[in-house]
């Protein structure tokens, strides 16, 4: 289980902010942007590591990097985690259903990858939705690889104190030099601002720009 440390909603600068999204006027927001994957495409090809897990590791390191994306309500008392883990989809080909599966994040791009093969493996066989307990500490990602998005939006009917973000990969596809995909993020307005996403997706963009490094 990961640490945690707790918020003081009453010193907080965000404090008028986080009891009017969260009580008044209770909402969230989503956007989509075109993340360049230019340097990716040919890293995995030259290293033979799957586009899915590289994505979802360059996406965890950036979300993990941001507070404001690593925040939960636990015990009636707002939180902000030490590290918050992916909780992901998987496609099953022959039924076309998806389970999601998890794996804890780690700034080791190796031992990431190695655990999410692992994940994997142990959970090939399982189509439940949740074949293990997701962790508390979690943001969500999920992917449409057969579509190239120009917006997405999950409608969620009640996520009052649900703070953990949403991400949704689309399909990556050449305009010019460049290999954009679409990321679609939805997020609770009572713990994330614009500014926030902006920055998040500077770090991920950044991410995606010197993966070379990763080698």
């Not at 995995?44 to 990097?65: C, D, H, R």
């Not at 190796?110 to 189509?127: G, H």
Request: proline letters at 5%.
């Amino acid at each position: 289980m990961a640490e945690y440390q707790t918020i003081n909603i009453e010193e907080w600068n965000r404090k008028e902010h986080f009891n009017a999204y969260r009580d008044a006027i209770k909402c969230g927001f989503s956007l989509t942007v075109k993340l360049d994957i230019t340097q990716v495409i040919p890293f995995v090809k030259e290293t033979g590591f799957k586009f899915y897990p590289v994505m979802i590791y360059l996406l965890s390191q950036a979300v993990n990097q941001h507070p404001a994306f690593k925040m939960s309500m636990k015990e009636g008392e707002l939180i902000l985690w030490d590290r918050v883990d992916p909780v992901y989809t998987v496609l099953h080909q022959d039924t076309e259903t998806f389970s999601a599966l998890s794996v804890p994040y780690s700034d080791s791009f190796m031992d990431f990858i190695d655990s999410y093969n692992k994940v994997l493996q142990k959970n090939e066989n399982n189509k439940s939705f949740f074949p293990e307990q997701a962790p508390q500490n979690h943001f969500n990602i999920s992917a449409l690889p057969w579509i190239h998005f120009e917006s997405f939006n999950l409608n969620i009917a009640d996520f009052t104190d649900y703070f953990a973000p949403s991400f949704t990969f689309g399909k990556y596809q050449t305009e010019g030099s460049k290999i954009l995909m679409p990321l679609a993020i939805q997020v609770h307005h009572a713990v994330c601002d614009g500014i926030h996403v902006a920055k998040l997706i500077d770090t991920l963009q950044q991410a995606c720009t010197t993966i070379q490094t990763l080698k």
